[in-house]
């Protein structure tokens, strides 16, 4: 780029995506003078599905704002909690966030997940598609113009994860009552329509039993329900605070 000079400064929360040279203080970039500031913040390093206001100067302006010679621009995060406009709230995660996907359908949130690797095209298509949010550490993917909506996932760990989307999001939670393994819905089932799922064990142990609509896989209050439960108890406490 060779045109107007700007000085922009990011919120703390946004350095994670900017090289470590550039993350205290103000940023200088030269700007081609024809180039948004949408497409300055991203060739800084910045998806904008993490960018919350743009504030030039004083005033807030849009991601198609073009930015002239001097300009101060403070680079603002996401607002908590984040509307998504335009669709009831579902998600598409990809091929590396499959405990987190188990997670948010254990929790009664419609999740869709790539178990394998189906290439960025395909994933942006799908979310346009189907009007369901990205949720991705793949800062790539994220900046594809045909998602339909998107969110960088920050931590690696599955437990943080969980509790930053619910906190960014607030999705409706009903427990229990999605498959885990597809993401269907599930409903009540007896033990004979289940029986061919069931070890002779199970089958003398349990007596209440669910199944999914649409893989037919059967669930009941198995080994390890109590860290299921309390993977949900985690979630539910965090409902309260965000009030």
Not at 84 to 103: E, I, K, N, S
Not at 132 to 150: Q, T
Request: hydrophobic share 40%.
């Amino acid at each position: 780029m060779n045109g107007p000079e700007i000085h922009v400064e990011f919120a703390p929360e946004l350095h994670v995506f900017v090289p470590q040279a550039r993350r205290s203080g103000t940023v200088r970039a030269t700007t081609d003078g024809l180039s948004s500031l949408g497409h300055v913040v991203e060739s800084l390093g910045v998806p904008l599905t993490e960018v919350g206001a743009l504030v030039v100067d004083g005033r807030e302006v849009p991601v198609s704002h073009v930015p002239a010679v001097g300009e101060s621009v403070t680079v603002r995060t996401v607002a908590r909690p984040q509307l998504v406009p335009g669709a009831p709230l579902r998600f598409l995660l990809d091929v590396h966030l499959g405990t987190l996907a188990r997670r948010l359908r254990l929790l009664g949130v419609d999740t869709a997940y790539e178990s394998t690797d189906i290439g960025d095209p395909a994933l942006a298509a799908r979310s346009a598609a189907q009007q369901r949010v990205m949720l991705s550490r793949d800062r790539g993917l994220l900046r594809r113009r045909e998602l339909w909506s998107g969110a960088f996932v920050y931590s690696t760990r599955p437990e943080e994860q969980l509790r930053d989307v619910l906190d960014r999001f607030q999705p409706e939670l009903r427990p229990w009552t999605r498959c885990t393994a597809c993401n269907g819905v599930l409903r009540k089932a007896t033990k004979d329509e289940v029986a061919d799922q069931l070890k002779h064990g199970t089958h003398a142990t349990y007596d209440v039993f669910a199944q999914c609509t649409e893989c037919g896989r059967a669930y009941w209050k198995g080994a390890h329900h109590e860290q299921l439960e309390a993977i949900v108890e985690r979630a539910m406490a965090l409902r309260p605070e965000r009030r």
